[in-house]
Every structure is written in C-alpha cells, then in structure tokens.
C-alpha cells in the first residue's frame, strides 16, 4: 500500500509540471516507480485502490497522460477477451497516438514488469484499426508478420509494436476519456 501512495503522489506531482515538460517529469516518476514498484507484487499496479488526484480526472488506479486515462491490466488474456475486460471499465484497449504516447505505455509496461501487453490495434480486410476508432495515423513496427492470421498488435516494451494471433496471452493496457464521451 505504501509503494501505491507513493506511486500516488509521483505521478500526481508530474502531472501538476506545465505541458511542455510533462513528458520529461512523467519519465523521471516512472523511472522512479519502476525503482519502488520493483519489490512489490504486480497485482499492487493493476488494481491497487489509489487516493485520486485532485490534478487527474482519472478514476482510481488509471493513470493520465495526454486527454486520456490508461491502466495496465496484469493479467494475460486473448486480445478479444482483454478488449472484453477494457470495456467492462468503460474504455477499449489502448490506441497509440504519437511517439511519447507510445513510450509512455512501454514505460508502464516495465514498471509493471512485463516485456509486453496488447493494444488495441487489428488488421481487418488487409488494413490496421485501432478498436477505439481512432485514425490509425501513427506507426511504430518493429516487426510485422504479413501471415493474415496474426491480426491483433502487440506492444514490445524495448522496441516498437509487433503482430500475432489473437488468441495469444498477454497482459494489456486499457485507454479511456476521463470525461465518458
């Protein structure tokens, strides 16, 4: 619980930094999360009933970056069942905007320590979607398999994404607006 509190109060600390250094403050918290995170179990990151920041519109245990709210989810499903599970909370697994974007989501990836999660991209009739309509305008592969049955993307938290079948496990990164719409 402790680790949680201070989890807390790093990233509530980052997000109170003006916009234009916000990234550079969100990457000293979380090197400094993966630090304390380290001894305590994984489970405590995924489902950890957190103080909610009065500088966050993020529910508790989401973390904010951009106009969205993220959580990683640290228990590996298919991709359509961690898609499932996102919508249960109200949001779809995570759609990937722009570089910092992306390396946010590695960085929660390792502080969780894991090497990878899904995310919410698909490829349908030979072209990659992102589950939450989002234009898919930004890539990062790292590797891409042109097998039609690896149709469901993968986050790689050393490079960038991959494909493979959904029907994989993995742990998974759930997105949201923190205002419902």
Known sequence: MKTVLLLSALLSAALAVPAEDNHEASEEAMVILKEDVAAAPAQEFEGADTPQSRFSFCPDGWFSYGSRCFKFINSPK????????????????????????????????????????????????????????????????????????????????????????????????????????
């Open 78 to 181: 298919s991709w359509i069942s961690a898609e499932e599970y996102c919508n249960s909370l109200g949001g779809n697994l995570a759609s990937v905007a722009n570089p910092r974007e992306y390396s946010f989501l590695q960085q929660m990836t390792q502080t969780a320590g894991r090497t990878t999660a899904w995310l919410g991209g698909f490829r349908l009739q030979n072209q990659w979607l992102w589950i939450d309509r989002e234009g898919f305008y930004y890539t990062n592969w790292y590797s891409q398999s042109s097998s039609s049955s690896y149709s469901c993307l993968y986050l790689q938290s050393a490079y960038g994404w991959s494909n493979t079948q959904c029907t994989c496990s993995y742990p998974f990164i759930c997105s949201k607006n923190p205002f419902g719409c």
